[in-house]
């Protein structure tokens, strides 16, 4: 297999996106993305209809145009639906993402969390986390990279930053609008949501469904 450096992906570099767990196994795999953007932050991918196969031989489509996001100074990706009441996005925890065979692949840790507008954070797919952890052992040096990203994500949700600023959102669907990927009424409403919506803050409390609780419950659990 030839690796490729990421820098080198060209905008509108048609791709497949592959999944795989942590012992090598391919579980799902996206096509048809399109490179709207790369610099030394992230990656970012448009993707429009695109079709999604898993593991189980399940397939379906996206209905919604999607930005998917991928730092590369971080452990996740953020896919983001665009829906005219707003943002929904799903975080996967995981490596960063390598090029080969011009195929984008990355390996999923288990955790999500999902943002949907004016909801507070929930971390899904824990029970998934503490199988795998165990039956593929995962490293403690992994397992604590990963409880770190997530207090990263809790800082970028409470200071509206990066994938949770719109305004970091509206500047690529604007450029996917640019390059004609997609129409302009397709993705925007005729007057546009303020950039910081009313959605709570993300407070620490001992609710199990809060995501400091579950963060620091999977930490003591490792």
């Known amino acids: 297999m030839l690796e490729k450096n990421l820098s080198t992906l060209k905008i509108g570099t048609m791709l497949n996106v592959q999944a795989y767990k942590y012992d090598g196994v391919l579980y799902r795999q996206w096509n048809s993305a399109k ?48 829906r005219k009441n707003g943002p929904y ?3 996967n925890v995981a490596s960063q993402p390598v090029i080969e065979d011009d195929v984008l692949k990355y390996i999923d840790f288990d955790l999500d969390i999902k943002y949907y507008p004016n909801k507070e954070l929930k971390l899904v797919d824990r029970e998934e986390y503490y199988k795998n952890k165990k039956q593929l052992k995962y490293p403690k040096k992994l397992q604590k990279m990963i409880y770190e990203e997530l207090t990263e994500l809790i800082n970028l949700y409470n200071n509206y930053s990066y994938i949770f600023d719109n305004k970091v959102i509206d500047y690529y669907k604007h450029q996917a609008v640019a390059d004609k990927s997609i129409r302009y009424d397709a993705i925007f409403q005729e007057e546009e949501c303020n950039h910081k919506s009313n959605r709570p803050t993300f407070k620490v409390n001992k609710e199990n469904k809060n995501i400091e609780f579950q963060k620091n419950k999977l930490r003591n659990e490792a």
Do not use: G, Q
């Open 89 to 91: 996005i799903y975080i």
């Open 35 to 82: 490179v709207l953007n790369n610099n030394s932050k992230h990656l970012v991918l448009f993707l429009l209809k695109a079709r999604v196969s898993d593991i189980d031989k399940k397939r379906w489509a996206y209905r919604d145009p999607v930005l998917w996001f991928f730092p590369k100074n971080n452990l996740f990706n953020a896919v983001v639906l665009l």
